[in-house]
């Protein structure tokens, strides 16, 4: 991995900008469309720049070969669920509260990773980021402004989504071994695929008549949010390495807010201040002790 330089800087941020601008997206597209359209319509526009990157770079597609199962599982984990649980929380919850509550996924991811790995046990300084973070999240649930008994069970399940992103990266350990392109476009296939018939049948989307707003940010979330997000993310991560490319976690919420606030004109209360700073304090500290571990080992 090369030293970080200024571009690679500019670069991380951009990817946090885009990942944090899916939010407020995911709120103007439900103006005009259902949480399954809302799904399908990502996957379905995320798909095609990374098909069209594997066709120019030769990287074979391996949606159906014999780890098929597999690209359909973590479709499913890593896609359709959790885009489905965040749309549909997002119609009666701010977007930037949601920005926050996603933000946990390192928090959980470091919970789930003691019991299912091997090399990423909690120790002292992981637990304090734990509960450093969670506070903040329990926190947010007592801001009687923003969320209330109305939406409330909308918070939650945006919360509950940040899990299956989660289980969804711990399923990809097991193909690995593959090139990352050709996972994605795998796993954005079978993801598809799956929900097609399902938003086809429940909320059948020829028959809405959309804002033009709502599109507009429907496409966006599949181009850019979903697919070109992606391929960002593989490049970072390929001349930079993980610990590099995991520090959008820190830019992502507090982006989440501002462009809330920017674009929907959405509320910024004194306990969303302090959830924020609490969730990144908490993301931080679990990194830190990831990073000690690690250092502990080579020595």
Request: proline share 3%.
């Amino acid at each position: 991995m090369r030293e970080a330089k200024s571009l690679d800087y500019i670069l991380l941020t951009i990817l946090a900008l885009i990942w944090a601008s899916a939010f407020f997206n995911i709120k103007i597209a439900t103006y005009s469309y259902g949480p399954l359209s809302i799904a399908f319509f990502r996957i379905l526009f995320g798909a095609l720049p990374v098909i069209f990157i594997c066709y120019l770079r030769k990287i074979r597609i391996e949606a159906f070969s014999k780890d098929w199962y597999w690209f359909a599982i973590i479709g499913i984990v890593n896609l359709v669920i959790p885009f489905f649980l965040i749309a549909f929380g997002v119609q009666k919850v701010q977007s930037n509260l949601a920005a926050i509550l996603m933000a946990s996924t390192p928090l959980t991811a470091a919970i789930l990773a003691h019991f299912f790995t091997n090399n990423e046990k909690i120790n002292f300084v992981k637990s304090i980021g734990i509960l450093v973070g969670f506070s903040g999240i329990v926190f947010l649930f007592s801001d009687k402004i923003l969320i209330n008994e109305n939406n409330f069970l909308s918070a939650l399940i945006i919360f509950f989504a940040s899990t299956f992103y989660v289980i969804g990266g711990l399923l990809t350990l097991k193909i690995s071994n593959k090139k990352n392109e050709n996972v994605t476009a795998s796993i954005l296939i079978w993801a598809a695929l799956i929900i097609f018939p399902i938003c086809m049948l429940v909320e059948q989307p020829w028959n809405l008549n959309p804002r033009l707003d709502s599109s507009i940010s429907l496409i966006y979330l599949g181009v850019f949010s979903t697919g070109i997000a992606w391929l960002l993310r593989f490049y970072i991560l390929k001349n930079n390495g993980l610990v590099f490319q995991a520090q959008v976690a820190y830019l992502i919420p507090i982006f989440g807010v501002i462009l809330g606030f920017l674009f929907l004109k959405e509320e910024i209360t004194s306990k969303v201040i302090l959830s924020l700073i609490a969730v990144i304090v908490g993301i931080y500290l679990v990194k830190k002790s990831n990073k000690i571990s690690t250092d502990k080992k080579v020595i």
